[in-house]
Structures are given as C-alpha cells and as structure tokens.
Nanobody, 116 residues
Framework: QVQLVESGGGLVQAGESLRLSCAASGIIFRINFMGWYRQAPGNERELVAGFTSDDNTNYADSVKGRFTISRDNAKNTLYLQMNNLKPEDTAVYYC??????????WGQGTQVTVSS
C-alpha cells in the first residue's frame, strides 16, 4: 500500500502562486508514474503534470510554462509549483502514484481556488 497526503492548497488571486506537496509513505517501489491530476466541478479528472518511469515530465497544455512538477526522493515528496494562477485553474488537485501493475493510489485532494 501507498499512502499519499496532499497539502498546500488555498484561496489566491489571479496571478499569484501556490506550491502543492504530496507526502508518500508505505511500500514505495515499482512506481512507474507519479503526478498531479485535478478535477473541477462538472468536469472529468484531468492530468496536470507527471513524471514517467524514464524521468521525463509531461504537462497539460493549459499549464505549460506556468506549473512545474518536482520531487524530493529523500523525503518521498512530490511537488507542484503553480505560478501565474488563473481562475480556470480552480479545482481539487490530487496526487497520483501508479505501479507497473497499473494499481493506482490517490491522495484525498486539496482545493485550489483562484479568484479573478
């Protein structure tokens, strides 16, 4: 099992920044993907940013140039630096780890609200 706990969400104004953190614990091995998803009311959950198994990163087109995913392996923590936030970034943000076996682990989510 892998436990994921997100933090760092909040209410900000457009143009401001937030940094999300995802602390992982448990049996962390054979993870071939780790990343951030988000879900706004009435919308499907969408990938925001992620690390693939070969350490490449990918980003949703809507956040390229504004968001940066990073990780601290020593702390088992994943981060998402979000700059120049826009009202359309408002959503619940979820941390996701996925094993080679395709088992997914999700955090509880953290709310990000951007006012105009």
């Amino acid at each position: 099992q892998v436990q994921l706990v997100e933090s760092g969400g909040g209410l900000v104004q457009a143009g401001e920044s937030l940094r999300l953190s995802c602390a992982a614990s448990g049996i962390i091995f054979r993870i071939n993907f780790m990343g951030w998803y988000r879900q706004a009311p009435g919308n499907e959950r969408e990938l925001v940013a992620g690390f693939t198994s070969d350490d490449n990163t990918n980003y949703a087109d809507s956040v390229k140039g504004r968001f940066t995913i990073s990780r601290d392996n020593a702390k088992n923590t994943l981060y998402l630096q979000m700059n120049n936030l826009k009202p359309e970034d408002t959503a619940v943000y979820y941390c996701n780890f996925r094993r080679l076996s395709a088992i997914n682990y999700w955090g509880q989510g953290t709310q990000v609200t951007v006012s105009s």
